[in-house]
Nanobody, 116 residues
Framework: QVQLVESGGGLVQAGGSLRLSCAAS????????MGWYRQTPGQQRELVAT?????NTNYADSVKGRFTISSAENTVYLQMDSLKPEDTGVYYC????????????WGKGTLVTVSS
């Protein structure tokens, strides 16, 4: 079973930057897209950014112009600049494969805390 391992979370002051990484432990057959989601207590998990295997990206309106998603082989990155306190949350990476339906792989999450 392929596992996703995130790294790069931590505590940062508002206006600062962090870079998240997520690496798959093996090759995912028919990988279609990778992405980052975040969740805060009492809230549903929300999309932050996605990137397809063709390099097409999509961002939540709240992070456009501040966050950049990129990928290389079995790793996805999220460069987060100009961080705001409202960016605080647990960030989860997601790899989606399309083969006889969709299969989602999730990391265990990494905590990002932005202090004001």
């Amino acid at each position: 079973q392929v596992q996703l391992v995130e790294s790069g979370g931590g505590l940062v002051q508002a206006g600062g930057s962090l870079r998240l990484s997520c690496a798959a432990s093996g090759t995912i057959f028919r990988l279609n897209a990778m992405g980052w989601y975040r969740q805060t207590p009492g809230q549903q998990r929300e999309l932050v950014a996605t990137i397809t295997n063709r390099g097409n990206t999509n961002y939540a309106d709240s992070v456009k112009g501040r966050f950049t998603i990129s990928s290389a082989e079995n790793t996805v990155y999220l460069q987060m600049d100009s961080l705001k306190p409202e960016d605080t949350g647990v960030y989860y990476c997601n790899f989606r494969a399309l083969f006889a339906g969709a299969t989602d792989y999730w990391g265990k999450g990494t905590l990002v805390t932005v202090s004001s």
